[in-house]
């Protein structure tokens, strides 16, 4: 039994060590799931960046994915070759490309969604409240979390 006396500072250094230990045990099931559809994990990366029916800049995209422009350059010739993204000139520039998931694109990236947000074993082992009461906490983090720089 933990002791009730520690600092929120190591709790939270607890909870969040915790939660890395759990991302880092489901690298595994993301890769298959982006192999199991043929795709790379920077290409799952990309389609989950790309909201449907929202066109998004490259060079954000890049920012989202911290990786060089050059790099989403060669990731998104492999999805337009699949029929997946398109590029866009921007209306107000036609020297910036946008990104625009195609209805194929959209389907794949709903098929990787849905079979991502499936929980792993370990959450059947938590009441609805305790269910709850995580997601409300993980949603307070989450919002009390600014993304880091570009």
């Known amino acids: ?5 520690l600092s929120s500072t190591t709790a ?14 489901q690298r595994g099931r993301i890769l298959g799931v ?17 909201p449907p029916g929202e066109p998004v800049p ?10 060089d422009a050059s790099n989403v350059t060669g990731l998104i010739d492999r999805l337009e070759a699949r029929a997946l993204v398109e590029r866009r000139p921007a209306p107000h520039d036609r020297r910036v ?18 079979r991502l947000d499936e929980a792993p074993p ?6 609805t409240a305790e269910a709850e009461q995580l997601r409300d906490l993980l949603l307070k983090v989450v919002a009390g979390t600014s993304p880091p720089p570009a």
């Open 1 to 5: 039994m933990r002791p009730t006396t």
């Open 12 to 25: 939270a250094q607890e909870a969040w060590s915790a939660m890395r230990g759990l991302a880092m045990a």
């Open 34 to 50: 982006a192999a199991d559809l043929g795709l790379s994990a920077p290409q799952l990366f990309a389609l989950l960046a790309l």
């Open 58 to 67: 490259m060079g954000d995209l890049a920012g989202v994915l911290r990786c």
């Open 97 to 114: 490309r946008h990104l625009v998931l195609t209805e194929a694109g959209a389907a794949l990236r709903a098929q990787v969604t849905g």
């Open 122 to 127: 370990g959450f059947a082992t938590l009441t």
